[in-house]
């Protein structure tokens, strides 16, 4: 009894020696803080805008017919999907979780901080990864749930998230120009990877994300051309003002994902259509010199086996497509086609890659080039031939720029050089690629912007066909398998259904009330498309 005293008599001085808050820190762990500096949250929630659309555009790249998998029967290119699967479904994690409430974080300590700058940056991302999934899946969740502690959550339809994007842009827009507070473009820079703090360029950034969302709805009557253009001489003015997200490329974890230090693009191959597109089929005879920089070869007459650097001759490199759904690349021989690396072998963190898959290639999210192209489709849907002509050049023209700034001189199979100075002007005098304006066709424009995201934006060249519903007037020479998928009903995809883990899993009455428990929900148009 008298140690059982003396032990209360001590805990009871401990106690007093002792406060609530070191007690409070003894559950802090120095190595994770959880209270962060806006600078230190800005890094990880730019790579996730990257890393969202990487993961998903393996699979819409198939859509778009950018590249197809080696071998037949693939899901995705039979325009179909894989059941019961997250694949498709990083978009969503994206939006909901990888930025999630780590942007609703960054929004509230920057507006305490009076950071208006990196409270306007916030708000233009979180409108950015809204146009973004909305256009990737239709209905988003209710903005009134989004973020709250329920057990379910309803959705709202593609009109209130494209309402919702144009008011988030508004108010970020008017942050970005306060200069009360304590705004510091030396302090945001820190963290800002993309842009330094440059607020002009979040500035044009977030009015390219205006100009995507007008355009997608040239069917509807309310669509404004004289907007659109508006919104794009407001975005990105050149190729200085590209929206790229870094990387270091020494080990795998910080390498581009599309690069072969991470081999995802191991199995897929070039399709013909893309191939098409730039060897002159299309453009009838017009070989565009992008081509031998962007697409990978086959080593045509140059060499006797594939997998041989040896005695390479570009002169005799052939460029081949995969069609969807076959096995034409694995075939050996001069016209085996290599994978995206431009090799015949897995990648690793010793192949130099490239065009865009490379381990150190920055990955775009917004290009000059693209906003162009806008302002030539909603110019020429106006009817301003003039203006139209004008953007579409200057388009190409930044995107023959941007390839150059991604090329990396090879004298070793495949030999590669930068684009010339003759080349580029050849190319561009060539009226079967430049015509006149009375000449110039919506073909012209469309595919010309294809060619410009290849590797990169397959979303926005998907929302370009939907829009279109895949018409081969303006897309010409694509063709799909003669069989879809099964779950398709010989239908074309409009959409990709949402995340399965969280929604199909944890929200399922809700998935229900829009019809996404429907086998062909893929196969729904979108709003955005339709009149």
């Known amino acids: 009894?008298?140690?059982?005293?003396?032990?209360?008599?001590?805990?009871?001085?401990?106690?007093?020696?002792?406060?609530?808050?070191?007690?409070?820190?003894?559950?802090?762990?120095?190595?994770?803080?959880?209270?962060?500096?806006?600078?230190?949250?800005?890094?990880?929630?730019?790579?996730?805008?990257?890393?969202?659309?990487?993961?998903?555009?393996?699979?819409?790249?198939?859509?778009?017919?950018?590249?197809?998998?080696?071998?037949?029967?693939?899901?995705?290119?039979?325009?179909?999907?894989?059941?019961?699967?997250?694949?498709?479904?990083?978009?969503?994690?994206?939006?909901?979780?990888?930025?999630?409430?780590?942007?609703?974080?960054?929004?509230?300590?920057?507006?305490?901080?009076?950071?208006?700058?990196?409270?306007?940056?916030?708000?233009?991302?979180?409108?950015?990864?809204?146009?973004?999934?909305?256009?990737?899946?239709?209905?988003?969740?209710?903005?009134?749930?989004?973020?709250?502690?329920?057990?379910?959550?309803?959705?709202?339809?593609?009109?209130?998230?494209?309402?919702?994007?144009?008011?988030?842009?508004?108010?970020?827009?008017?942050?970005?120009?306060?200069?009360?507070?304590?705004?510091?473009?030396?302090?945001?820079?820190v963290g800002d990877k993309m842009y330094k703090g440059d607020r002009s360029k979040w500035t044009k950034f977030a009015w390219g994300v205006v100009a995507r969302n007008l355009n997608n709805q040239i069917n509807k009557s309310t669509y404004n051309p004289d907007k659109v253009i508006e919104a794009c001489d407001k975005s990105l003015a050149s190729n200085a003002d590209n929206a790229l997200i870094s990387y270091n490329g020494t080990i795998s974890s910080d390498s581009n994902f599309n690069g072969p230090g991470r081999n995802n693009y191991q199995n897929f191959r070039q399709t013909d259509f893309v191939v098409r597109l730039m060897n002159g089929s299309v453009f009838t005879g017009a070989i565009d010199p992008r081509m031998s920089r962007v697409l990978a070869p086959s080593i045509g007459n140059s060499e006797t086996a594939p997998a041989s650097p040896a005695n390479p001759d570009p002169s005799k490199y052939t460029f081949v497509g995969n069609p969807l759904n076959t096995t034409a690349s694995s075939v050996a021989g001069p016209s085996r086609i290599p994978n995206l690396y431009g090799t015949f072998v897995a990648g690793t963190v010793t192949t130099p890659g490239r065009y865009l898959f490379r381990d150190k290639a920055q990955f775009p999210l917004m290009t000059y080039a693209e906003i162009q192209f806008i302002k030539a489709e909603a110019a020429f849907i106006k009817g301003n031939k003039t203006i139209a002509l004008d953007a579409y050049k200057k388009g190409i023209q930044a995107s023959i720029d941007f390839v150059n700034a991604n090329t990396v001189v090879s004298t070793t199979y495949p030999i590669t050089s930068l684009i010339t100075a003759a080349e580029a002007t050849a190319f561009m005098n060539n009226t079967n690629v430049v015509p006149s304006e009375?000449?110039?066709?919506?073909?012209?424009?469309?595919?010309?912007?294809?060619?410009?995201?290849?590797?990169?934006?397959?979303?926005?060249?998907?929302?370009?066909?939907?829009?279109?519903?895949?018409?081969?007037?303006?897309?010409?020479?694509?063709?799909?398998?003669?069989?879809?998928?099964?779950?398709?009903?010989?239908?074309?995809?409009?959409?990709?259904?949402?995340?399965?883990?969280?929604?199909?899993?944890?929200?399922?009455?809700?998935?229900?009330?829009i019809g996404a428990d429907k086998l062909d929900y893929h196969t729904f148009e979108m709003w955005f498309m339709k009149p």
Not at 33 to 47: C, F, G, K, N, R
Not at 75 to 80: H, V
Not at 465 to 490: A, E, H, S
Request: aromatic letters at 12%; hydrophobic letters at 40%.
């Open 438 to 513: 009375s000449n110039l066709t919506m073909s012209h424009i469309i595919l010309q912007k294809y060619i410009s995201l290849f590797g990169f934006g397959q979303l926005e060249a998907w929302t370009d066909m939907r829009k279109y519903k895949y018409d081969t007037n303006i897309y010409k020479t694509m063709t799909f398998p003669t069989t879809l998928f099964l779950d398709n009903n010989g239908k074309l995809p409009y959409r990709v259904r949402p995340r399965f883990n969280s929604e199909y899993v944890w929200n399922f009455a809700t998935i229900q009330s």
């Open 1 to 189: 009894m008298k140690n059982l005293k003396k032990y209360i008599a001590a805990l009871a001085i401990t106690s007093a020696i002792v406060s609530c808050d070191d007690l409070q820190d003894l559950n802090v762990n120095p190595s994770f803080p959880v209270d962060v500096s806006t600078q230190a949250l800005l890094p990880p929630i730019e790579q996730q805008m990257a890393v969202g659309l990487q993961f998903d555009n393996r699979f819409l790249g198939r859509y778009v017919q950018n590249f197809s998998n080696v071998t037949a029967g693939n899901e995705w290119d039979l325009m179909g999907y894989t059941r019961n699967s997250d694949s498709g479904g990083e978009i969503w994690k994206m939006a909901y979780f990888s930025l999630g409430l780590n942007v609703t974080n960054l929004e509230k300590k920057a507006t305490a901080e009076q950071r208006h700058d990196i409270t306007g940056i916030s708000k233009v991302i979180r409108a950015w990864s809204w146009q973004v999934a909305t256009d990737y899946h239709s209905e988003l969740i209710d903005f009134d749930q989004v973020f709250t502690p329920r057990l379910s959550y309803d959705y709202v339809g593609q009109d209130k998230v494209y309402a919702e994007v144009l008011r988030l842009i508004e108010s970020g827009v008017a942050d970005l120009q306060r200069t009360d507070g304590v705004v510091s473009a030396a302090y945001t820079g």
